[in-house]
């Protein structure tokens, strides 16, 4: 599976983004995908994640009630609604697909997309 993740940007805090994240090689139906982040000098950490048929979406407490993770396996795309972003919602943000149905750890994903860079400014 090849993931493409896009829709990053600079914006302002309070401002909202879209990304999208693109799969080509196989359908993503079966797999659970899920969006990571990483500031320069951190760790990526777990932002959410969705089950393969669209339920159980989970959510790091940092980023519950803004963002809103959905998927549209007719067009092989999981998209992250990010909504009154903050500044120190800055970061790279990644998505992973795993065949784990929940899955918030790094190396529970087998594949990965490239990422795109958000920037908040405050």
């Known amino acids: 599976v090849q993931l493409q993740a896009s829709g990053g940007g600079l914006v302002q805090a309070g401002d909202s983004l879209r990304l999208s994240c693109a799969a080509s090689?196989?359908?993503?139906?079966?797999?659970?995908i899920g969006w990571f982040r990483q500031v320069p000098g951190k760790e990526r950490e777990f932002v959410t994640s969705?089950?393969?048929?669209?339920?159980?979406?989970y959510y790091a407490d940092s980023v519950k009630g803004r963002f809103t993770i959905s998927r549209d396996n007719a067009k092989n795309t999981v998209y992250l609604q990010m909504n009154s972003l903050k500044p120190e919602d800055t970061a790279v943000y990644y998505c992973?697909?795993?065949?784990?149905?929940?899955?918030?750890?790094?190396?529970?994903?087998?594949?990965w997309g490239q990422g795109t860079l958000v920037t908040v400014s405050s």
């Open positions: 992973a697909a795993t065949s784990y149905t929940i899955a918030i750890m790094e190396l529970q994903y087998e594949y």
């Open positions: 090689g196989r359908t993503l139906s079966s797999y659970t």
């Open positions: 969705i089950r393969w048929n669209g339920g159980s979406p």
